[in-house]
């Protein structure tokens, strides 16, 4: 096979026996890659049924044909499992340097099944593989573990793991490679500590076998050279700011979350952005392998309480560790994602977790005595403190590591919970923006941006402007950036790249130059309408896996706050999500029943079950 | 009549050097439309998003006392 590696590796916890196995080339092509082949292998051979923290539950690392491959951005990797938090699936995605190093051992694909008796790593070297004892890093930080594993495997090898969260099972638990790279969401960490894995470390030097190298290799040098035309034009935001350039747009269009979402209108907003933060703690940025981008951040925070160096923030974490808890000391953000990442918690999940405990408290709600302390708005060392309780399971801690809807129904009030599935919303409010309503609440994996962020049009212009407080455009809309992101993601692409330079040229949001690559690849017979047909196959077998775990249009739902109280100023003033209008659309456009369920003819069409 | 220009992202490298802010105010002729201010802006149009008070304004469409127009490069992510 070409692109692909066409071998996975199958890891069985509990007897630590571990095999290899060929790829079906056609199921290969027809789920393109990393999410796809993931969902067809737990799809086929799990009941969606179990409970995500048993040893029946099944864990995948999954590369795309295009991870460390020439193509900017590949690099690459998701998680795949039924989560925690959700019950749904999760479809965790990071780039850095790990998936590159993983994708080089020649596997596609790690599926790690069972749990093992004690702690262990793993370790995979090329073609040699062990499973190794992890009791000496279990109860350490991610930054100890990374550290002490690089040291007595290899230091050209590259680690992902968990940190104390993850181990004591925290549904907001995340997966870190590189120390500050998270596959966070969804709470992927906590299958991993329910397995007793600690680590997976890797080291490869195999080349990725590509059909058309040459084809491949000018194409990239292609888009490589339109990213440096506009760094060299002066046109780099992300690199020169980062995703922390966002806080003021998303402000001046009504939707920066604000106050556990109860506004979109942030007085603090410009205090928490890309500029502040170049102007305080700025070292450099930071690129993934193989991106001419560098939206990454080192930063260095000197201050006698929030002190300390590390990466990020970025633009989500300001929105939920920062704004929706009411906070616009960026020095508190900036450590608050330190010790996320340190003790492995999703910035998101925590963040807005945090945000609605706030709102509960001073509503009276939570008493001051459960929380030992008081938890107002605006309070950036409570934020720290709460992170770090929340990262150990500490004291009050444990119920933020639960996630809002668990924190707030425990105190009788679910209503207070931002989340989607359970899962925690993004930094967008719905309310003006309205695809992200409607991704928000049928996203296959909970709230989540990169389930197919219509942002990139409502808010940002990109490919083209649209108006995010209309709704009758969405479902179609909605429709088009789930498939299209699911294919980014099961190719082992970065999003920021591919939507704005793979997606067009002619600013048609149309897969032109994906559907090229992943043909220069794997030489399988990609054009574009055989590979937005995959993105929708696997899309759809994703659902599928959410029906047989008995997930139906109740689920597919939003706060009552998003669907009945207007948003109180601003320019998206008045506005709700019209989630009722666009959902009979969506489901019609996608081939689903009024249940949300893919029609029999549908799954024809797809060549599904 | 004052409006107020707000510069968002890279834009910023644009605003008047003396603008510690993202915004300034500035004196446009009364019923200034839209498109005439944006001609005298050294930022390029083709790749930015314009809001007039954080929603996109209709073509032609006349300013008011203490609009806020603001632009931001069309890049995205986060
Ligand atoms: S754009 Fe940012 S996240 Fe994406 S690959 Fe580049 S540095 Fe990594």
């Known amino acids: ?609 | 009549m004052k409006i107020r220009i707000k510069l968002l992202a890279h834009y910023q490298q644009y605003l008047p050097p003396d603008c510690s802010s993202s915004s300034y105010e500035t004196e446009v002729p009364p019923d200034a439309r839209v498109e005439d201010v944006l001609a005298g802006l050294p930022v390029p149009l083709e790749e930015s998003v314009v809001l007039v008070n954080g929603r996109t304004p209709q073509p032609g469409q006349v300013l008011r006392e203490g609009d806020v127009l603001c632009l931001f490069p069309a890049i995205g992510g986060g």
Not at chain 1, 163 to 189: D, F, Q
């Open chain 1, 1 to 609: 096979m070409y692109g692909w590696n066409g071998r996975i590796l199958r890891v069985n916890l509990t007897t630590g026996e571990t095999s290899v196995e060929e790829v079906d080339p056609r199921m290969a092509r027809d789920f393109i890659g990393g999410r796809g082949w993931a969902i067809r292998y737990l799809y086929d051979e799990m009941d969606p049924q179990v409970d995500p923290l048993s040893p029946e539950n099944k864990l995948v690392f999954a590369t795309g044909p295009l991870t460390a491959t020439p193509v900017p951005t590949g690099n690459r990797y998701m998680v795949v499992t039924k989560s925690p938090l959700t019950g749904a699936l999760s479809c965790s995605n990071s780039g850095g340097f790990f998936p590159t190093e993983m994708k080089r051992t020649g596997f596609d694909l790690f599926i790690f099944e069972g749990r093992a008796e004690r702690p262990v790593y793993l370790w995979v070297n090329d073609d040699r593989v062990e499973i190794r004892p992890a009791d000496h890093v279990w109860g350490r930080t991610v930054f100890e573990t990374e550290d002490m594993l690089r040291a007595e495997t290899d230091p050209r090898a590259r680690v992902a793991c968990i940190g104390p969260a993850g181990e004591r099972l925290a549904p907001i638990a995340a997966i870190l490679n590189e120390k500050h790279r998270a596959a966070a969401r969804s709470g992927v960490g906590a299958v991993m500590g329910s397995k007793n894995l600690k680590a997976v470390v890797v080291r490869g030097t195999r080349r990725v076998p590509l059909a058309h190298p040459k084809e491949l290799k000018a194409l990239a040098d292609q888009v490589v050279e339109e990213v440096k035309q506009a760094v060299a034009a002066g046109k780099a935001t992300l690199r020169t700011y980062g995703t922390a350039y966002v806080p003021p747009v998303t402000n001046e269009v009504g939707i920066l979350p604000t106050y556990n979402f109860r506004t979109g209108v942030f007085a603090g907003a410009e205090a928490i952005s890309g500029r502040t933060l170049n102007q305080k703690y700025l070292i450099r940025p930071k690129a993934c392998y193989g991106c001419p981008i560098a939206c990454g951040r080192v930063t260095r925070v000197e201050d006698p309480v929030f002190g300390g160096e590390g990466e990020g923030p970025e633009y989500e974490t300001i929105g939920s560790l920062g704004s929706a808890c009411g906070v616009d000391n960026l020095a508190a953000i900036t450590k608050a994602n330190y010790i996320c990442n340190e003790l492995g918690l999703d910035t998101i999940s925590a963040g807005v977790t945090i945000a609605c405990a706030m709102e509960m408290y001073e509503l009276g709600l939570i008493p001051e005595s459960d929380i030992g302390r008081p938890l107002r708005f605006g309070d950036g060392e409570a934020v720290v403190e709460m992170v770090r309780l929340a990262g150990l399971r500490e004291g009050f801690g444990d119920l933020i590591a639960q996630g809002s809807y668990r924190l707030a129904s425990h105190y009788g009030h679910p209503e207070y919970s931002m989340s989607a599935k359970k899962q925690e919303f993004p930094a967008y409010d719905p309310r003006g923006a309205k695809g992200m309503g409607l991704l928000y609440a049928t996203s296959n994996i909970g709230a989540s941006h990169m389930a197919g962020d219509t942002a990139y049009m409502e808010v940002f212009g990109v490919p083209k402007k649209v108006d995010p407080l209309s709704w009758e455009d969405k479902p179609r809309l909605v429709k088009y950036f789930e498939d299209i992101f699911t294919i980014i993601d099961a190719a082992g692409l970065c999003v920021f790249l591919s939507i704005r330079y793979l997606f067009e040229p002619t600013y048609n949001v149309e897969p032109v130059r994906i559907s090229r690559l992943m043909e220069y690849a794997t030489g399988a017979g990609y054009d574009e309408e055989t590979l937005l047909k995959a993105g929708e196959r696997v899309y759809n077998l994703e659902r599928m896996f959410l029906v047989r775990a008995g997930f139906s249009r109740a689920d597919d739902t939003l706060p009552p706050r998003m669907l009945h109280e207007p948003m109180p100023e601003g320019p998206a003033k008045g506005h709700v999500v019209e989630l009722d209008r666009m959902l009979p659309e969506y489901y019609r456009l996608r081939g689903w029943d009024e249940n949300g369920v893919p029609t029999p003819e549908k799954r024809a069409e797809l060549g599904l079950p």
